[in-house]
């Protein structure tokens, strides 16, 4: 079984940053993209961020671009969020998640097999 283990959520104010790191481990599987969603109180789970294993080819939403970078540590199968410049908008819960299988839909919920617990970041105004 895959497991996602998130950590470095936290409160921060306008304008800081935040660094959010994701480790899978668990049984044999390969990884063909990893990618980060988030979700505030009362919405949907939404795209952030997502990247190719293989490649490092990267994707973002709209509203983070310039802002987060998603990097990835292939020997330890660890992708990074690094989120700067952050504001109130950006508060949320977020988790990150694998792809075990070949997919295209790397920025939908649909196109990832396992997904973390979650890591809360607050950003305050």
């Known amino acids: 079984q895959v497991q996602l283990v998130e950590s470095g959520g936290g409160l921060v104010q306008a304008g800081e940053s935040l660094r959010l790191s994701c480790a899978a481990s668990g049984g044999t599987f390969r990884t063909y993209a990893m990618g980060w969603f988030r979700q505030a109180p009362g919405k949907e789970r939404g795209f952030v961020a997502t990247i190719r294993w293989n490649s490092g080819s990267t994707a973002y939403a709209d509203s983070v671009k310039g802002r987060f970078t998603i990097s990835r540590d292939n020997a330890k199968n660890t992708v990074y969020l690094q989120m700067n410049s952050l504001k109130p908008e950006d508060t949320a819960v977020y988790y990150c998640?694998?792809?075990?299988?070949?997919?295209?839909?790397?920025?939908?919920?649909?196109?990832?097999?396992?997904w973390g617990q979650g890591t809360q970041v607050t950003v305050s105004s």
């Open positions: 998640a694998v792809a075990t299988r070949f997919t295209l839909s790397t920025t939908t919920t649909s196109g990832y097999d396992y």
